[in-house]
T-cell receptor
Framework: GNSVTQMEGPVTLSEEAFLTINCTYT??????LFWYVQYPGEGLQLLLK?????DKGSNKGFEATYRKETTSFHLEKGSVQVSDSAVYFC??????????FGKGTLLTVNP | KAGVTQTPRYLIKTRGQQVTLSCSPI?????VSWYQQTPGQGLQFLFE???????NKGNFPGRFSGRQFSNSRSEMNVSTLELGDSALYLC????????????FGPGTRLTVT
């Protein structure tokens, strides 16, 4: 079946530092890939997506590229802010319409 | 466009009781999925409905059930509650885009005592 493995945190950075959260996946066919973010006490917000190989998803300074050869979808941001502190989930969806999530990575950004 | 709404936001129940949670999807979305989030198991898929039909189901016991109405609103029901059912229950809706991205509601926090 489908699975997602992401870097487990917690990750603690200083403001303006560079962020990378690694994500690799196992899936049959050609899944769509997503990053979701969850702020304390809230549901999940779709951060970015990519639907085919070499697609780059981007939003709010975050980027991730769909790499089929390495089955990866790593999340990056050049300069994090305190407001980026949250839990980040990598996920995929295949032909069964079911989102499969990684375990989540807690990011804390200190001023 | 209004987002996905879930009611109630918080719920406290006793073991053995049953509970019904409600979800209203984004206008025009016909697919509704439910997920359970716990610290130990993370995010787990419960089921997905499209046009009032259950299209996919996760690995949960039969005590967990759901349905979807003709206006795409969905409910999930948990009978004979157990302490382990304490969780955040998230509903997500999806439109017709090819990527099937799902948009989540704020969740219902269920506590079973």
């Amino acid at each position: 079946g489908n699975s997602v493995t992401q870097m487990e945190g917690p990750v603690t950075l200083s403001e303006e530092a560079f962020l990378t959260i690694n994500c690799t996946y196992t899936a049959t066919g050609y899944p769509s890939l997503f990053w979701y973010v969850q702020y304390p006490g809230e549901g999940l917000q779709l951060l970015l997506k990519a639907t085919k190989a070499d697609d780059k998803g981007s939003n709010k300074g975050f980027e991730a590229t769909y790499r089929k050869e390495t089955t990866s979808f790593h999340l990056e941001k050049g300069s994090v802010q305190v407001s980026d502190s949250a839990v980040y989930f990598c996920a995929l969806i295949g032909s069964n319409y079911k989102l499969t999530f990684g375990k989540g990575t807690l990011l804390t950004v200190n001023p | 466009k209004a987002g996905v709404t879930q009611t109630p936001r918080y719920l406290i129940k006793t073991r053995g009781q049953q509970v019904t949670l409600s979800c209203s999807p984004i206008s025009g979305h016909r697919s509704v999925s439910w997920y359970q989030q716990t610290p130990g198991q993370g995010l787990q898929f419960l089921f997905e409905y499209f046009s009032e039909t259950q299209r996919n189901k996760g690995n949960f016991p039969g005590r967990f059930s759901g349905r979807q109405f003709s206006n795409s609103r969905s409910e999930m029901n948990v009978s004979t509650l157990e302490l382990g059912d304490s969780a955040l229950y998230l509903c997500a809706s999806s439109g017709t885009s090819g990527s099937h991205e799902q948009y989540f509601g704020p969740g219902t926090r269920l506590t079973v005592t």
